[in-house]
């Protein structure tokens, strides 16, 4: 039997971890001689009180969507994968080498270019990392690392010296022709006679984040390989001897993790900047990790997790811009949220746990 309830796993455990993340955050800011209430009421209306808000909040949302699940569906099979970042930099080569091949006529024939181009690039370099681990037994977490960095060197290279247009200072890719360009919210809203900003940059990939976040369902609780998946990853040795083949299981799984991670770039790069600049990723990669975690590696919980994470990036910056809270200490709070909801998640769970065991032996003890 389990020691406390799924709901209590799912939702207590990190509301209450949440609830000492912002608390502490409260006295950080405190700390600095401004008002934590009247902080709070300023991120929730950057984030949520117009639609133009939302529309940052859900862009970020996608990208963290993406990330996390990455993160996920290696995690099922026990591979901490955390080379998403380098994962979603080169599926941003990926796109923008599809985008810039052909001058596309309508952006509805582009993007399922653009995503297959992302997804193998992302794939592509998951798959190096996966090999080394099934064929050689190199650690998954020390490979993903290098990779980030080699990405990232990749990419400056790719960026100074072969895409940036002749003439041009800025170490950026061509701007992608006009058909590539993606419908946003206000898009795809105004269609149904429904009011959004136009200058939101949240796009038509929420969709397919969205959609994403069901087929990860789909592979993982309703087909065999989801199946023989997660039966690897709680363990290996009962896997084999069902005839599970661990070298499988590691190489398709990081193909599909490095694939959702390279899909990102279709929101950031395709969506948004309509080109490949440096950076393009900022650090969603990692972010994705303590979606994923604080998610419980669900779906449905990776997706609330990155409307949270949406919240705090969006809801952040307006609070660097109106009460002039230096920018790091966003990045403070944001780490506690993290600190919180992964690294000291059992910090939370125990007591909890203990407390639910208690329950359970004073109900048994009266009847």
Not at 39 to 51: C, E, H, P, Q, Y
Not at 144 to 160: D, E, K, Q, R
Not at 311 to 318: H, I, R, S
Request: hydrophobic residues 55%.
């Amino acid at each position: 039997m389990d020691a406390m309830p799924k709901w209590a796993d799912v939702v207590l455990v990190p509301f209450i971890s949440l609830l000492l993340a912002f608390g502490l955050s409260a006295l950080v800011i405190l700390g600095i001689g401004k008002d934590p209430v009247e902080a709070v009421k300023l991120m929730v209306d950057g984030a949520f009180g117009s639609t133009y808000g939302w529309g940052y909040t859900l862009f970020y949302a996608t990208n963290f969507i993406f990330t996390g699940l990455a993160f996920a569906v290696a995690s099922h099979a026990n591979l901490f994968n955390i080379g998403a970042e380098g994962q979603a930099s080169l599926g941003g080569l990926g796109v923008a080498l599809v985008c810039l091949a052909v001058d596309w006529p309508h952006w509805a024939i582009a993007l399922p270019a653009a995503m297959v181009g992302g997804a193998v690039f992302g794939a592509a370099w998951a798959f190096v990392p996966a090999w080394l681990q099934a064929r050689r037994g190199s650690h998954i977490v020390i490979t993903t690392i290098m990779f980030n960095f080699i990405g990232a060197a990749l990419l400056n290279y790719m960026l100074v010296n072969v895409m940036r247009p002749e003439g041009s200072m800025d170490p950026a890719s061509a701007r992608f022709p006009a058909g590539a360009a993606l419908p946003n919210l206000h898009d795809i809203l105004g269609v149904f006679g429904i009011p959004f900003s136009k200058n939101a940059p949240a796009n038509i990939s929420l969709f397919i984040a969205l959609l994403a976040c069901f087929l990860v369902w789909l592979l993982l609780w309703r087909t065999r390989f989801g199946f023989e998946l997660r039966a690897e990853g709680k363990s290996e040795s009962a896997a084999v001897y069902a005839g599970i083949s661990p070298s499988k299981i590691i190489v398709v799984a990081m193909l599909i993790s490095g694939g959702l991670a390279g899909l990102m770039a279709v929101n950031n790069v395709m969506g948004e900047s309509e080109r490949l600049v440096m950076n393009s990723v900022e650090g969603a990669g990692f972010i994705g990790i303590a979606v994923a975690l604080m998610g419980r590696n669900h779906p449905l919980g990776i997706l609330l997790a990155a409307i949270l994470f949406g919240f705090l990036y969006q809801g952040g910056a307006e609070l660097a811009l109106w009460m002039s809270i230096p920018r790091e200490l966003i990045v403070v709070i944001q780490g506690l949220v993290i600190l919180f909801t992964g690294a000291l998640d059992n910090m939370v769970r125990m007591p909890v746990e203990r407390i639910f065991l208690w329950i359970r032996q004073s109900s048994r003890a009266r009847g």
